[in-house]
């Protein structure tokens, strides 16, 4: 599976943007996937999971209630929706996928990742 993250860029705060991962090379079916993000000078930190089927999902406690992660298993994407933002939001987001029907909060146990793309998010 190779995954294209796109979406990111400038917005103010208290506004919103939508962050898409297409996924190709192989079914969609059958692998969780998720998004992490990385700011400056800070460690990779965990945003949310979808599960295989779409029906689950978990999100870190930062952006909880904020964003929304589904997947649109007929097209191979998988989106963020991401309402409310502030500048602690801004970070190179990544998407990300394993195959596994247990969805993780932890980035070394995902195998594939998109090439990021950028969310700032001005005061």
């Known amino acids: 599976v190779q995954l294209q993250a796109s979406g990111g860029g400038l917005v103010q705060a208290g506004g919103s943007l939508r962050l898409s991962c297409a996924a190709s090379g192989r079914p969609f079916s059958g692998y969780v996937m998720g998004w992490f993000r990385q700011a400056p000078g800070k460690d990779r930190e965990f945003v949310g999971v979808?599960?295989?089927?779409?029906?689950?999902?978990y999100y870190g406690d930062s952006v909880k209630d904020r964003f929304t992660i589904s997947r649109d298993v007929a097209k191979n994407t998988m989106y963020l929706q991401m309402n409310s933002l502030k500048p602690d939001d801004t970070a190179i987001y990544y998407c990300?996928?394993?195959?596994?029907?247990?969805?993780?909060?932890?980035?070394?146990?995902?195998?594939?990742w998109g090439q990021g793309t950028q969310v700032t998010v001005s005061s």
């Open positions: 979808i599960s295989e089927s779409g029906r689950g999902t």
């Open positions: 990300v996928a394993r195959q596994s029907s247990r969805p993780s909060i932890r980035w070394e146990e995902y195998t594939h």
